[in-house]
């Protein structure tokens, strides 16, 4: 056919012309509507290309071109929700159609509205119990509402049915660290599994130490999907332009194309900047042994614009998992991990398959947020707070807060995330707290807020900001010391539940340490009972944060500078020359 041809060779106006006329002579052809479909996709016209593959299906409703089609139609004009259906039914249609497992994937994980993914992910996993796409995708979803036992199961069959993916395990990992009742040994088997598939899909570099280099300028290397407004980039931006100052060299490979101002800030603080987005692993290591990077940071571990694969095949003498990521990668490529003694106590060493880098004091040093708290009076009624994601709200995280709240009925809870968006989200951890008694009129539920500035403005409104387990928070943490508000948390188990802890000892704050369930209870109810000395504090909290080694920047520097030298050096003599 004349039109397809000249599809073919890009000719795309001239295309159109030719199969309207086709449509002229012959109205009741399917495949004509189709393949106009595909012209105006390419033309952009995508309104027109729904409107010619919809045609082609009321004249053939299995038609797999049109199918096709009318998905990329709507997935050209951001209708997320109806793409998925289409490449849904086009799964039904044609079970063999590999591109269409793809175009699905990639419309569910488009989709804003987390009620309306989680029926479209649900409706690709039904549709393709085979496809280790749609589990994964899956699991997503629901872990990201809060769901993570079903979001488990959903990644575990994604591992089952694609043992060698990469981005299947990782998926699976990240979200076992919300996990409450995780064994020491089903972590293990899950990490296990991990190295396994690295260790089948990647074969690392060989280094040697070079001669009289220990004194070298170290090159770094920090790879990350974050170099954006993103927690880790508020971590990040105020220590490189004091680690340029001590000689370093900063390399950054982006693994995001996502880009805003902080992005261009960043951009001026690094020696040189790599985009690493679209090319394959093997290609991002080439990259960076070119560089000639002594140290190699990740700075994301198994979060978003992640590269394990990179990291297992070691084009770095050393790497250093740090940042983005608080629990062991299982890479055992990955060298180090930068802690302190608080969030990786001495003799807690095995559940990490990196070796601990311990800083002397904190690990983390945050940026200055901005924002400052308001002048007026707080509320005088009690309320606690957290901005948590929903997937940290474990049963064991609502039971004590559940406590807390029965203990003291002239209370309020406030919880905002971006999930709570969603009414039927709203409602489900609303009947969470009302399973353990707690008036659903006492949680207060907010959704995402337009700006950063808006967002930190809501601690003006709570007197105490409370930490989940198992899975604390650290930008969250950060903002609410930085707003003056307390955080109260619980210090038991893994590096994962001990990040609050770290910054509440840094900033001299280790009253608000709780060691167990009645200690935690006892401390927050004490605190409600006296609001006045809570009122009080905020100005106290928010002056020794400043001051702490939290804000302090240069010094910081100095401890990473030492450490990360310290770690060369032994690599120049063959100590802790291979991964851990």
């Known amino acids: 056919m004349v039109g397809v041809a000249l599809q073919r060779l890009g000719r795309l106006a001239e295309a159109d012309r030719a199969i309207s006329q086709a449509i002229a002579l012959a109205p009741g052809v399917p495949d004509f509507y189709s393949n106009r479909a595909l012209v105006r996709c390419g033309q952009k016209e995508y309104d027109l290309a729904a409107a010619d593959a919809e045609t082609a299906l009321q004249l053939s409703p299995s038609h797999v071109g049109a199918l096709c089609n009318l998905g990329l139609a709507q997935l050209g004009s951001e209708r997320y929700a109806a793409a998925a259906a289409a490449f849904i039914r086009l799964i039904k249609a044609a079970p063999d159609f590999a591109a269409a497992y793809d175009n699905a994937s990639l419309a569910v994980r488009s989709i804003k509205d987390s009620d309306t993914a989680l029926a479209a992910a649900t409706a690709f996993a039904a549709a393709a119990p085979g496809s280790y796409l749609a589990h994964m995708d899956l699991g997503v979803v629901l872990s990201t509402i809060g769901e993570v036992e079903r979001a488990e199961s959903a990644f575990a069959r994604a591992v089952e049915l694609a043992p060698t993916r990469i ?19 089903e972590q293990a088997a899950s990490l296990a599994q991990f190295a396994r598939a690295l260790s089948a899909g990647y074969t690392p570099m060989v280094h040697h130490p070079p001669r009289d280099a220990a004194d070298k ?33 900063l390399v950054a490979y982006s693994t995001s194309t996502k880009s805003d101002a902080m992005t261009e800030r960043l951009r001026s603080e690094f020696t040189e900047w790599r985009d690493v987005t679209d090319i394959s692993d093997e290609a991002a290591a080439s990259r960076v042994v070119e560089d000639q990077i002594d140290i190699l940071f990740d700075l994301a571990g198994h979060t978003a614009g992640r590269r394990q694969g990179l990291f297992a095949l070691r084009p770095a003498p050393i790497s250093v998992s740090w940042l983005g990521y608080s629990a062991t990668t299982g890479n055992p490529q990955i060298g180090y991990v930068l802690c302190d003694a608080t969030v990786l106590p001495p003799g807690n060493e095995a559940a990490f398959t990196e070796r601990p ?19 007026g009076p707080v509320g005088r009624r009690m309320t606690f707070g957290s901005f948590n994601t929903l997937n940290k709200l474990s049963d064991r995280t609502i039971r004590l807060w559940s406590c807390i709240l029965a203990a003291f009925p002239d209370s309020d809870l406030l919880l905002k995330t971006k999930a709570l968006d969603s009414a039927a989200i709203r409602a489900r951890t609303a009947d969470r707290f009302a399973a353990h008694g707690i008036d659903p009129s ?9 700006t950063r500035d808006a967002h930190l403005k809501l601690y003006n409104g709570i007197h105490l900001a409370l930490d989940p387990w198992p899975y604390s928070g650290t930008t969250t943490t950060m903002e609410a010391l930085s707003m003056g508000v307390p955080v109260l948390t619980l210090n038991e188990g893994r590096f994962i539940s001990r990040v609050t802890a770290s910054l509440l000892s840094v900033a001299g704050l280790g009253d608000w340490i709780a060691r167990d369930e009645k200690e935690y209870v006892d401390k927050a109810v004490s605190a409600a009972s006296d609001l006045d ?7 106290k909290i928010l002056h020794q944060v400043r001051r702490s080694p939290l804000y302090d920047a ?25 991964p851990a």
């Open 357 to 375: 880098l311990r800083m002397p004091r904190g690990y983390l040093c945050f940026s200055p947020p901005g924002t400052d708290p308001d002048d």
């Open 217 to 249: 300028a170290l090159r770094l290397g920090f790879v990350s999907g974050d170099l954006r407004e993103h927690s880790v980039s508020y971590f990040l931006v105020a220590i490189l332009p004091e680690l340029r100052r001590r000689g370093l060299q």
């Open 442 to 450: 006492r949680i207060i539920l907010i959704g995402r807020t337009p």
């Open 554 to 578: 240069a010094s910081f520097a100095a401890d990473f500078d030492a450490a990360v030298r310290a770690i060369w050096r032994n690599w120049c003599v063959g100590v802790g020359s291979g």
């Open 167 to 185: 981005d299947a395990h990782s998926r699976r990992l990240f979200n076992q660290n919300y996990l409450e009742g995780l064994t020491d040994a």
């Open 533 to 539: 000395t809570l009122v009080a504090t905020r100005q």
